[in-house]
């Protein structure tokens, strides 16, 4: 069955980096567009990063861009969020999420269109 499994969560100071990975199984990887969305206590899921199926394609949210670099691995089943100069308002849990969209650009922002979401992984950044 589908699975998405987040890792590489934790404490982080303010300025620092952090990755987080998402491996999956049991769908064609290469198929999907693969989103990080996030939520922070009391508030709503927001999307932050995603890449398309053939890595040509990524899009972010404006309060990550410069800052975090979505990327895949296909041979791996594995998608990558590079987070650089962190800030307190980053932190969150981080879900990866996956849309299937074959030979597809464009990259969809809407949570509601991602049918499968990991359990997520957390981020705490420290001021």
């Known amino acids: 069955q589908v699975q998405l499994v987040e890792s590489g969560g934790g404490l982080v100071q303010a300025g620092g980096s952090l990755r987080v990975s998402c491996a999956a199984s049991g769908f064609t990887f290469s198929m999907y567009t693969m989103a990080w969305f996030r939520q922070a206590p009391e508030k709503e899921r927001e999307f932050v990063a995603a890449?398309?199926?053939?890595?040509?394609?990524?899009d972010y949210a404006d309060s990550v861009k410069d800052r975090f670099t979505v990327s895949r691995d296909n041979a791996k089943n594995t998608v990558y969020l590079q987070m650089n100069s962190l800030t307190p308002e980053d932190t969150a849990d981080y879900y990866c999420?996956?849309?299937?969209?074959?030979?597809?650009?464009?990259?969809?922002?809407?949570?509601?269109?991602?049918?499968?979401w990991g359990q997520g992984t957390q981020v705490t950044v420290s001021s």
């Open positions: 890449i398309n199926g053939n890595g040509r394609s990524t």
């Open positions: 999420a996956s849309k299937y969209a074959p030979y597809i650009n464009t990259i969809d922002k809407n949570p509601l269109q991602y049918a499968a």
